[in-house]
T-cell receptor, first 109, second 113 residues
Framework: QKEVEQNSGPLSVPEGAIASLNCTYS??????FFWYRQYSGKSPELIMS????GDKEDGRFTAQLNKASQYVSLLIRDSQPSDSATYLC?????????FGTGTSLTVIP | DAGVIQSPRHEVTEMGQEVTLRCKPI?????LFWYRQTMMRGLELLIY????????DSGMPEDRFSAKMPNASFSTLKIQPSEPRDSAVYFC???????????FGEGSRLTVL
């Protein structure tokens, strides 16, 4: 079983809609969680980090963490075509980051 | 502050040749990670260093791969001899302590013919 699981998608949403990306993790020892965005041919770029249960908002992005259920989600409000990318979920366990395989998001104009 | 710097950005080589990838972490960061990314396997951790010391190299595929970090501002990943299955994008990333978000370099795209 992989440490971090993501639905690989692809996920398509119309411009202006809410995109919901989900991630589960297997080790309850994981304490810190991150969402990275990766455009095709580019490197992963950190967009959100979350360390405690609940919601964390940053602009159009909201990260949600539920440690009891071992899931992390990312909501993108008012989705824009520029949000089209692969989104990687990562969990920090000890000193190692475990990455999911990513969810491909396409925002349709 | 400059980000993580990797070189070369692209490398095309023939099977059996030696390949050396280079990385300069963000100044002040004490952890350095080497990842490999392929379509099939996603991001795989190869090795990571803390304060220039290799901590976990269990992800290094085989003895053909080696990594060094002679000082806090430089690391290399070497493949000798290279094989076509080594073709991938190799990312270097660094972070500072805890909670320590991870910052990636632009990557080195390796093609072994």
């Amino acid at each position: 079983q992989k440490e971090v699981e993501q639905n690989s998608g692809p996920l398509s949403v119309p411009e202006g809609a809410i995109a919901s990306l989900n991630c589960t993790y297997s080790d309850r020892g994981s304490q810190s969680f991150f969402w990275y965005r990766q455009y095709s041919g580019k490197s992963p770029e950190l967009i959100m980090s979350i360390y405690s249960n609940g919601d964390k908002e940053d602009g159009r992005f909201t990260a949600q963490l539920n440690k009891a259920s071992q899931y992390v989600s990312l909501l993108i409000r008012d989705s824009q075509p520029s949000d089209s990318a692969t989104y990687l979920c990562a969990a920090l366990l000890g000193n190692q980051f475990y990455f999911g395989t990513g969810t491909s998001l396409t925002v349709i104009p | 502050d400059a980000g993580v710097i990797q070189s070369p950005r692209h490398e095309v080589t023939e099977m059996g040749q030696e390949v050396t990838l280079r990385c300069k972490p963000i100044s002040g960061h004490d952890y350095l990670f080497w990842y490999r990314q392929t379509m099939m396997r996603g991001l795989e951790l190869l090795i990571y260093f803390n304060n220039n010391v290799p901590i976990d190299d269990s992800g290094m595929p085989e003895d053909r791969f080696s990594a060094k970090m002679p000082n806090a501002s430089f690391s290399t990943l070497k493949i000798q001899p290279s094989e076509p299955r080594d073709s991938a994008v190799y990312f270097c990333a660094s972070r500072k302590g805890l909670p320590g978000e991870l910052f990636f370099g632009e990557g080195s795209r390796l093609t072994v013919l």
